[in-house]
């Protein structure tokens, strides 16, 4: 491989490995530990691949009880290294042959082999440069379960897996459904080799590749070339030894085996994290959410409050003098809810009823729709999260609403325009009828001790006291009147001012705790399937 491609490929696994890692925090405590704890161990044993010796490229031979796989290793190997014996199984332990034994033992301490033998130059496999280390594994159809574990072990360490069977077992299904078939995004890293064609007809080696060849298809490796060989006559040998040199010389192996890797971690991961993407959140859901919230906060009630407190006040300041203080008595609704004192909105607190059964319900069902309509079309784990980021602040939501309603503006202490001007005519026609009632009083009195009585000026007839008093009288009566309609009129007003502003004040309460949250996770989610594409 060129210097220029093998900058290439460490970039693009560079960037795949940091694109897995990011899924892999994105997916914490939303996925399934299982899956996160594969995808950690990819991780973490490419990390540790990527630190050790790039100049070596391990080879592990791989193979079922009988295979004959011993005898191959020490016929590729050009020694007699490997056990081979007629009790099965014989390899209880790896065995590493190491061309070039600077800078490997590092790379062995990682793969804990113990046994390390020095190899010679082979034709073919090896010359004096090395960069070559072969291992002879135990079987992984051992009954010893020690012997399992080691090859379950090294089968995700190695760099290039040589899968080795033979003719009597080469289509077991347990060899296929166990071990091969879980390597099946391998290819690039996989040899498949058949021992032993020595014991078939002629005729028979053919068939027997071709049904070997059928059944890779089914286990995914269709584009794997198999190699059929001889331990014992030879046969196939140098074409192998061949392979595995241009592997070894290509330094490739190590990247391309943990691009495989990523991708079946990546897989998994998305197997985990199921199809699907979420619909988000739209204008519309945002609106009902609003809604549901300001039900639950009694928005209503404070917006009849209001109403009444704006009458209430407007009676007192434009009513008939004679009869306003009456009004006084009267307990103003805002007040009586707490909304008319001062205090900063984050101390404030309203004297609403406490959110009962009913409020809590309402809340409750409007954050639910809420979640369900942005978390529709997600997969399973992600669907959930959504919804679980949705009710987060499940339990300060009820404070935080009543809240917002006691930090509203609601315009409570603004005095109409019109009052001062009513008020004061109130009390100009008032002050008019007082004194036409002083003037007659003063007459009677006059009457009365029979003493002089002036001369009263009159108006088309009408004695200027009287028209005084039925003045001021009418005009008060008239302007109180005429204050109810524009109290009235004004009181609508107020209260739609109100409820717009309350439902903003509970819109960005939702917005804080029930929206905010929701598209934070949504987001989460979506970085989660970017990084996992990435990967890709």
Excluded: C
Aim: hydrophobic residues 45%; neutral net charge.
């Amino acid at each position: 491989m060129s210097r220029h491609r093998e900058s290439r490929t460490e970039s693009t696994l560079d960037r795949k490995l940091a694109a897995l890692n990011q899924a892999r925090e994105l997916g914490e405590g939303r996925l399934d530990d299982a899956a996160l704890e594969n995808v950690y161990g990819v991780l973490e044993r490419a990390t540790s691949r990527r630190s050790l010796s790039a100049d070596h490229t391990v080879v592990g031979f791989f193979g079922a009880t009988g295979s004959g796989k011993s005898s191959l290793f020490n016929a590729v190997s050009g020694a007699d290294a490997a056990r081979v014996a007629v009790r099965r199984p014989t390899t209880s332990e790896p065995l590493a042959m190491i061309w070039g034994m600077e800078g490997s033992a590092p790379l062995l301490d990682w793969l804990e082999i113990a046994d390390r033998r020095e190899g010679k130059p082979v034709p073919g496999l090896m010359d004096d440069a090395g960069g070559l280390v072969l291992l002879d594994l135990p079987d992984f159809d051992s009954v010893q379960l020690s012997n399992r574990a080691i090859v379950e072990r090294l089968a995700g360490q190695v760099d290039v897996l040589v899968w080795v069977l033979d003719p009597q077992k080469y289509a077991d299904a347990a060899i296929h459904n166990d071990f091969i078939r879980a390597f099946s995004t391998h290819a690039d890293v996989t040899l498949m080799v058949l021992n032993q064609i020595d014991k078939l007809d002629s005729a028979e080696v053919k068939p027997v590749l071709e049904s070997l060849a059928s059944i890779l298809d089914r286990d995914g490796l269709s584009n794997v070339k198999i190699s059929g060989v001889s331990a014992l006559t030879g046969q196939g040998v140098p074409e192998l030894r061949t392979r595995i040199a241009t592997v070894v010389k290509a330094k490739a192996a190590k990247s391309a085996r943990l691009a495989a890797d990523v991708s079946v971690a990546a897989q998994r991961l998305a197997e985990a994290s199921g199809e699907g993407e979420a619909a988000g959140v739209h204008q519309q859901d945002r609106k009902a959410l609003a809604a549901g919230l300001a039900n639950a906060a009694h928005v209503e009630n404070v917006v009849s409050a209001v109403r009444a407190s704006y009458k209430l006040d407007a009676t007192k300041r434009t009513g008939w003098p004679v009869t306003r203080w009456i009004s006084r008595f009267r307990k103003d609704p805002l007040r009586r809810l707490s909304l008319r004192r001062e205090g900063t909105s984050e101390v404030n607190r309203t004297s609403l009823p406490a959110a009962g059964a009913a409020e809590l319900a309402q809340l409750d069902s409007s954050v639910r729709d809420f979640a369900d309509a942005a978390s529709a079309g997600s997969s399973g784990p992600w669907r959930a999260s959504i919804r679980a980021a949705a009710r987060s602040n499940r339990a300060e939501l009820p404070d935080a609403l009543d809240q917002a309603v006691a930090g509203t503006d609601l315009k409570a202490n603004t005095r109409a325009w019109w009052w001062p001007v009513f008020s004061v005519i109130q009390w100009l026609a008032l002050l008019v009828a007082v004194g036409g009632l002083v003037w007659l009083g003063v007459l009677a009195a006059l009457a009365y001790f029979q003493m002089p009585v002036p001369e009263v000026p009159k108006v088309e007839g009408w004695p200027l006291p009287t028209l005084m008093v039925l003045a001021g009288v009418v005009l008060g009566i008239f302007l109180a009147i005429t204050s109810k309609f524009l109290a009235a009129a004004g009181a609508s007003g107020r209260a739609s001012l109100a409820r717009r502003r309350l439902r903003e004040s509970v819109a960005a309460t939702g917005e804080t705790l029930v929206v905010d949250p929701t598209e934070a996770e949504i987001a989460h989610f979506r970085a989660f399937r970017e990084a996992l594409a990435e990967t890709r």
